[in-house]
C-alpha cells in the first residue's frame, strides 16, 4: 500500500519506492506538511516546532496557546487571510468581497489507481501501478471546499499533485490564486534550477541559491512560454548529478505559470508552482467546481541525472500516449528550411525522391500549403489546400509522396488567424481583442478565442476536413505569437479566458487525438514556446528549437534534458551556415546533436555539399539502428555545455549492456591538454568493447577517469561511441 492514514495520529503517508510524503491533520484540522525525502516508516510529526515568535500570531481556536501558528508551520495548502504571511498557494475573494480563506480537514478517500482530471491532461496509471489520496478541507465560514489530490506512482518515483476548488456557499466568489502544489522546506540550504530562454534559445539552465527573498519564475504570455519552462528543481546547495537530494516540480499545462521559492523569516524555504496570476480571476457561482493543473512530483537524493530518469520515464510512459508512444518515430525531411513559402507540389515530390534514396521515412509540408499563404501575413485560419501551388488535390499530392515510398506530414497552426483571410473577414469576433483598441499584432496574427466552443468547433471542422481528406500520418502543430489581448466576448469575467482558452486547445486535441489515433502529432511553437508535460499529453514529441545549430542546440537540449526524454525531442539537421546564428559546423556534428532526438532533416538536396549528401544514408542507417537504445535508454548529461570543453551525453540500456556516448568539444586552443570524458551508469567491475574499434575498456576506469577524447586540430568535431559488456 502505497498510501496509509493513521487514524490515531492523523497522518497521511505517501510512499513511493525509494520517497516518502507525509502530512498531518493538526490540531485545529490544518493540513500540515511533515516531509517529503528519502523513504522512511514512522512518524515525523517531530520535525514541527512551536513556539511564541514576535508578530507571528495564532487561529484564534488556539486560544491562549500562542506557539502554534501558521506563519512558521509548514503546509500542504496555505491560504489568504489565515496568519500565514509567506506567500499562499489559495487566494479566493468571497461572496462579501473579503480574502480569507481557512481550509479544516473535512474527509478522505484513498482509491486505487491514479485521479484523472477533466478536461486537463494528467499523469495516467492503472490501478497495480497508482494510489490515489484526496484530502478534502472546507472554509467553516464561506463552505469554500478544496479536494487536494495526491497520485502516488511508486514503481516512477513520483507523486503528483492537483486541487479542485468548490463553491459550497450561496455566493458568487472569485479565485484570483490557485498554485497546484507547494513544498514547504522547514530547514536547509537549496539551490532553485530552472531553465530561461527566449524564441530560438529555449530551456537555459540556470541555477541560483535560494534566499530571503521571492524568486519569481514563470509566463504572462499565455503559453508556457520560451522564456521560462515549467519545471523547477530544487537542490540541496551541494546536489551533483551523481549524488544528493533534489525534488522536482514539473507543472502538466501549456497556459501561463508561476513558480516562486523564497525562504521565510524563520529560515525555512517555500516553493510553489501554479497557474499564473495575472489576468487571473477566475469566477465560481454556488455550487461550481474549479480545476487547479496537476503538478508532477518527484524526488531523489541520489543527483540530478537519477531525477531527470525518473521525470523521463513518467513523461514516456505515464504522460505521453497511443500508438506513437514507444515507437521510434520516421526519420523525416521537413520542407520548412528547405523551400519556406516557395514550395510547389512538383518540388515536394522531387524532395520525397532524393530523401528516399538516403533512407528518409516521411516527407513534412510545413507552412504554406494552404490559402493564399506565400508568406506569413496572410491564410491563417483558412485551411484548405491551394490546389494551384500543389498542383492537384491534396489527396493527389499525398498519394504522389506515397508512391515514392514515404509517409505524409502537414503543418497546422489552428489557434491562429491573419486579418488577410477569409476566415477573419467571416469571423472578426472570433479573436482575442479588447474592444475599442487595435490589438497588438505578432507574426502579422491574431490569437483565436479557444475559450469559445464555437471557435474551436469551427477550427476543428476544417481541419478534420483536411486530415480525412488524404493519408496524413504527421501532424507538427504549431502557435506562433504570445496572447497578449485578453478579452473574450464568450464571457462577462474576462479573468477565466486564458485558462478557458487552454481547455479549448485541449479539448480540440484531445478529439484530434480520439478521432485520428494513427497520425503522430509534433507540438511546436516557435519552436520550443510550449514544451510542456501538458502537451505531451497529447503531442509525444515537441519541435524543442527553431535554432537548428548544432553548438547552440547543445545548451538548449542539455536543459531540456533535465525534465523531459529524449524521445520528445524533435531535431533536425539544417544547412551551414546556420540560418539562425551563421555558423558552420560540420554535418557530422550536426547529425550527433539531432540524433539525441527524434531525427530529420531540414533542408533542399540542392543546397548541400556532395560531401555532406554522401554522409547522409549512413546517418540514416545510424540513426535507425541506434535509436531504440538512445529513445529508451537511460539518458546521462556527462559534461556541461556551460563549464566544460566539450559537451557530451550518454544513454545506457536498462540492462546496462550497451551504451552509447556522443561527445562535442566546443574549446580549442593552442597546446591543448587532454579531454576526459567520465562516463556514467555502465555495470561496475564490467569489461566494455567499443564497437567500432573493438577496444575494451574497464567500466570502473571509464566512470572514474574517464575517456580522452583524440586530440584532433579543428573546430567542432562530434565523436561517438558505441559499448557492449562483454
Ligand atoms: C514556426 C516553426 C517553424 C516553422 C514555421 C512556419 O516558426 O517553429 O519550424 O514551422 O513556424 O511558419
Same mark, same amino acid.
Request: hydrophobic letters at 35%; aromatic letters at 12%.
Given at each position: 500500500?502505497?498510501?496509509?492514514?493513521?487514524?490515531?495520529?492523523?497522518?497521511?503517508?505517501?510512499?513511493?519506492?525509494?520517497?516518502?510524503?507525509?502530512?498531518?491533520?493538526?490540531?485545529?484540522?490544518?493540513?500540515?506538511?511533515?516531509?517529503?525525502?528519502?523513504?522512511?516508516?514512522?512518524?515525523?510529526e517531530?520535525?514541527?516546532?512551536?513556539?511564541?515568535?514576535?508578530?507571528?500570531?495564532?487561529?484564534?481556536?488556539?486560544?491562549?496557546d500562542?506557539?502554534?501558528?501558521?506563519?512558521?508551520?509548514?503546509?500542504?495548502?496555505?491560504?489568504?487571510g489565515?496568519?500565514?504571511?509567506?506567500?499562499?498557494?489559495?487566494?479566493?475573494?468571497?461572496?462579501?468581497?473579503?480574502?480569507?480563506?481557512?481550509?479544516?480537514?473535512?474527509?478522505?478517500?484513498?482509491?486505487?489507481?491514479?485521479?484523472?482530471?477533466?478536461?486537463?491532461?494528467?499523469?495516467?496509471?492503472?490501478?497495480?501501478?497508482?494510489?490515489?489520496?484526496?484530502?478534502?478541507?472546507?472554509?467553516?465560514?464561506?463552505?469554500?471546499?478544496v479536494?487536494?489530490?495526491?497520485?502516488?506512482?511508486?514503481?516512477?518515483?513520483?507523486?503528483?499533485?492537483?486541487?479542485?476548488?468548490?463553491?459550497?456557499?450561496?455566493?458568487k466568489?472569485?479565485?484570483?490564486?490557485?498554485?497546484?502544489?507547494?513544498?514547504?522546506?522547514?530547514?536547509?540550504?537549496?539551490?532553485?534550477?530552472? !531553465?530561461?530562454?527566449?524564441?530560438?534559445?529555449?530551456?537555459?539552465?540556470?541555477r541560483?541559491?535560494?534566499?530571503?527573498?521571492?524568486?519569481?519564475?514563470?509566463?504572462?504570455?499565455?503559453m508556457?512560454?520560451?522564456?521560462?519552462?515549467?519545471?523547477?528543481?530544487?537542490?540541496?546547495k551541494?546536489?551533483?548529478?551523481?549524488?544528493?537530494?533534489?525534488?522536482?516540480?514539473? !507543472?502538466?499545462?501549456?497556459?501561463?505559470?508561476?513558480?516562486?521559492?523564497?525562504?521565510?523569516?524563520?529560515?525555512?524555504?517555500?516553493?510553489?508552482?501554479?497557474?499564473?496570476?495575472?489576468?487571473?480571476?477566475?469566477?465560481?457561482?454556488?455550487?461550481e467546481?474549479?480545476?487547479?493543473?496537476?503538478?508532477?512530483?518527484? !524526488?531523489?537524493?541520489?543527483?540530478l541525472?537519477?531525477?531527470?530518469?525518473?521525470?523521463?520515464?513518467?513523461i514516456?510512459?505515464?504522460?505521453?500516449?497511443?500508438?506513437?508512444?514507444?515507437?521510434?518515430?520516421?526519420?523525416?525531411?521537413?520542407?520548412?528550411?528547405?523551400?519556406? !513559402?516557395?514550395?510547389?507540389?512538383?518540388?515536394?515530390?522531387?524532395?520525397?525522391?532524393?530523401?528516399?534514396?538516403?533512407?528518409i521515412?516521411?516527407?513534412v509540408?510545413?507552412?504554406?500549403?494552404?490559402?493564399?499563404?506565400?508568406?506569413?501575413?496572410?491564410? =491563417?485560419?483558412?485551411?484548405?489546400?491551394?490546389?494551384?501551388?500543389?498542383?492537384?488535390?491534396?489527396?493527389?499530392?499525398?498519394?504522389?509522396?506515397?508512391?515514392?515510398?514515404?509517409?505524409?506530414?502537414?503543418w497546422?497552426?489552428?489557434?491562429?488567424?491573419?486579418?488577410?483571410?477569409?476566415?477573419?473577414?467571416?469571423?472578426?469576433?472570433?479573436?482575442?481583442?479588447?474592444?475599442?483598441?487595435?490589438?497588438?499584432?505578432?507574426?502579422?496574427?491574431?490569437v483565436?478565442?479557444?475559450?469559445?466552443?464555437?471557435?474551436?468547433?469551427?477550427?476543428?471542422?476544417?481541419?478534420?476536413?483536411?486530415?480525412?481528406?488524404?493519408?496524413?500520418?504527421?501532424?507538427?502543430?504549431?502557435?506562433?505569437r504570445?496572447?497578449?489581448?485578453?478579452?473574450?466576448?464568450?464571457?462577462? %469575467?474576462?479573468?477565466?479566458?486564458?485558462? %478557458?482558452?487552454? =481547455?479549448?486547445?485541449?479539448?480540440?486535441?484531445?478529439?484530434?487525438?480520439?478521432?485520428?489515433?494513427?497520425?503522430?502529432?509534433?507540438?511546436?511553437?516557435?519552436?520550443?514556446?510550449?514544451?510542456?508535460?501538458?502537451?505531451?499529453?497529447?503531442?509525444?514529441?515537441?519541435?524543442?528549437?527553431?535554432?537548428?545549430d548544432?553548438? %547552440?542546440? =547543445?545548451?538548449?537540449?542539455?536543459?531540456?534534458?533535465?525534465?523531459?526524454?529524449?524521445?520528445?525531442?524533435?531535431?533536425?539537421?539544417?544547412?551551414?551556415?546556420?540560418?539562425?546564428n551563421?555558423?558552420?559546423?560540420?554535418?557530422?556534428?550536426?547529425?550527433?546533436?539531432?540524433?539525441?532526438?527524434?531525427?530529420?532533416?531540414?533542408?533542399?538536396?540542392?543546397?548541400?555539399?556532395?560531401?555532406?549528401?554522401?554522409?547522409?544514408?549512413?546517418?540514416?542507417?545510424?540513426?535507425?539502428?541506434?535509436?531504440?537504445?538512445?529513445?529508451?535508454?537511460?539518458?546521462?548529461?556527462?559534461?556541461?555545455?556551460?563549464?566544460?570543453?566539450?559537451?557530451?551525453?550518454?544513454?545506457?540500456?536498462?540492462?546496462?549492456?550497451?551504451?552509447?556516448?556522443?561527445?562535442?568539444?566546443?574549446?580549442?586552443?593552442?597546446?591543448?591538454?587532454?579531454?576526459?570524458?567520465?562516463?556514467?551508469?555502465?555495470?561496475? %567491475?564490467?569489461?566494455?568493447?567499443?564497437?567500432?574499434?573493438?577496444?575494451?575498456?574497464?567500466?570502473?576506469?571509464?566512470?572514474?577517469?574517464?575517456?580522452?577524447?583524440?586530440?584532433?586540430?579543428?573546430?567542432?568535431?562530434?565523436?561517438?561511441?558505441?559499448?557492449?559488456?562483454?
Open positions: 500500500m502505497s498510501v496509509i492514514f493513521n487514524e490515531k495520529e492523523k497522518l497521511f503517508t505517501l510512499h513511493t519506492n525509494n520517497s516518502t510524503y507525509q502530512i498531518k491533520i493538526g490540531t485545529y484540522g490544518h493540513l500540515l506538511h511533515l516531509y517529503y525525502g528519502h523513504r522512511t516508516e514512522g512518524s515525523m517531530y520535525l514541527l516546532t512551536y513556539a511564541d515568535r514576535g508578530f507571528s500570531g495564532s487561529p484564534y481556536d488556539a486560544g491562549s500562542r506557539t502554534y501558528s501558521l506563519d512558521f508551520l509548514p503546509q500542504e495548502i496555505p491560504s489568504s489565515t496568519g500565514d504571511f509567506r506567500s499562499p498557494a489559495l487566494i479566493i475573494e468571497n461572496a462579501d468581497g473579503s480574502c480569507a480563506v481557512d481550509l479544516r480537514y473535512k474527509s478522505y478517500e484513498i482509491r486505487k489507481g491514479k485521479y484523472a482530471l477533466k478536461g486537463l491532461p494528467a499523469v495516467y496509471a492503472d490501478e497495480s501501478e497508482a494510489e490515489t489520496l484526496e484530502i478534502v478541507a472546507e472554509d467553516p465560514v464561506t463552505k469554500v471546499e479536494s487536494l489530490l495526491y497520485g502516488v506512482l511508486p514503481s516512477c518515483d513520483v507523486i503528483t499533485r492537483a486541487m479542485i476548488v468548490r463553491n459550497g456557499g450561496n455566493g466568489i472569485y479565485i484570483e490564486k490557485a498554485a497546484s502544489a507547494t513544498l514547504d522546506f522547514v530547514t536547509g540550504r537549496y539551490d532553485l534550477i530552472s !531553465f530561461n530562454g527566449r524564441h530560438t534559445m529555449e530551456r537555459i539552465f540556470q541560483t541559491p535560494i534566499l530571503h527573498m521571492d524568486q519569481v519564475i514563470g509566463s504572462r504570455r499565455g508556457s512560454s520560451h522564456e521560462f519552462n515549467p519545471f523547477v528543481i530544487v537542490a540541496d551541494n546536489t551533483t548529478e551523481d549524488d544528493g537530494s533534489c525534488y522536482g516540480m514539473m !507543472f502538466v499545462y501549456s497556459g501561463g505559470f508561476k513558480a516562486e521559492a523564497g525562504q521565510d523569516q524563520y529560515n525555512g524555504t517555500r516553493v510553489q508552482i501554479g497557474l499564473m496570476e495575472e489576468k487571473f480571476r477566475y469566477p465560481l457561482c454556488p455550487g467546481a474549479f480545476t487547479a493543473p496537476e503538478v508532477i512530483m518527484s !524526488f531523489t537524493d541520489r543527483g541525472s537519477v531525477l531527470s530518469h525518473q521525470y523521463h520515464h513518467c514516456r510512459k505515464h504522460v505521453c500516449r497511443g500508438k506513437f508512444r514507444d515507437s521510434v518515430r520516421p526519420v523525416l525531411i521537413n520542407s520548412w528550411e528547405a523551400s519556406y !513559402f516557395n514550395f510547389t507540389g512538383d518540388l515536394l515530390v522531387e524532395l520525397a525522391e532524393e530523401a528516399k534514396k538516403e533512407g521515412e516521411m516527407l509540408m510545413d507552412d504554406g500549403w494552404f490559402g493564399t499563404r506565400d508568406d506569413d501575413t496572410q491564410s =491563417l485560419g483558412d485551411w484548405v489546400p491551394n490546389e494551384e501551388k500543389l498542383g492537384g488535390t491534396l489527396k493527389q499530392l499525398v498519394d504522389r509522396v506515397n508512391q515514392v515510398g514515404l509517409k505524409f506530414g502537414i497546422i497552426e489552428p489557434e491562429m488567424v491573419n486579418e488577410r483571410s477569409t476566415l477573419y473577414r467571416e469571423h472578426p469576433d472570433w479573436v482575442l481583442a479588447i474592444p475599442g483598441r487595435k490589438p497588438v499584432l505578432g507574426r502579422s496574427q491574431l483565436l478565442d479557444f475559450s469559445r466552443k464555437e471557435v474551436v468547433d469551427g477550427i476543428y471542422g476544417q481541419i478534420r476536413k483536411v486530415l480525412q481528406s488524404a493519408n496524413i500520418e504527421y501532424v507538427k502543430w504549431d502557435y506562433n504570445c496572447i497578449s489581448d485578453v478579452f473574450s466576448i464568450g464571457t462577462k %469575467d474576462q479573468g477565466r479566458v486564458l485558462y %478557458d482558452y487552454i =481547455l479549448g486547445l485541449y479539448n480540440f486535441l484531445e478529439r484530434m487525438n480520439r478521432e485520428f489515433p494513427n497520425i503522430l502529432i509534433e507540438g511546436c511553437s516557435g519552436g520550443g514556446g510550449r514544451f510542456d508535460a501538458g502537451m505531451l499529453y497529447y503531442t509525444p514529441q515537441i519541435w524543442c528549437s527553431d535554432n537548428t548544432a553548438i %547552440d542546440r =547543445l545548451r538548449i537540449q542539455y536543459g531540456t534534458s533535465f525534465g523531459y526524454p529524449v524521445s520528445c525531442v524533435g531535431s533536425h539537421v539544417s544547412i551551414v551556415p546556420n540560418e539562425q551563421g555558423r558552420v559546423t560540420p554535418i557530422e556534428v550536426r547529425a550527433a546533436v539531432a540524433m539525441a532526438g527524434s531525427f530529420g532533416y531540414e533542408f533542399s538536396f540542392a543546397s548541400i555539399s556532395a560531401k555532406e549528401r554522401d554522409a547522409m544514408k549512413s546517418q540514416v542507417e545510424h540513426f535507425k539502428e541506434n535509436a531504440p537504445l538512445m529513445q529508451n535508454g537511460k539518458y546521462y548529461r556527462l559534461s556541461s555545455p556551460f563549464a566544460d570543453e566539450a559537451t557530451a551525453w550518454m544513454m545506457v540500456s536498462e540492462d546496462g549492456k550497451e551504451a552509447y556516448v556522443a561527445a562535442v568539444p566546443t574549446e580549442i586552443h593552442g597546446n591543448m591538454p587532454p579531454v576526459y570524458i567520465r562516463l556514467r551508469g555502465l555495470t561496475k %567491475d564490467a569489461l566494455y568493447r567499443e564497437k567500432e574499434s573493438g577496444k575494451v575498456y574497464p567500466a570502473n576506469a571509464l566512470m572514474q577517469t574517464g575517456l580522452p577524447l583524440p586530440h584532433e586540430m579543428g573546430e567542432y568535431k562530434a565523436y561517438i561511441y558505441r559499448f557492449e559488456k562483454i
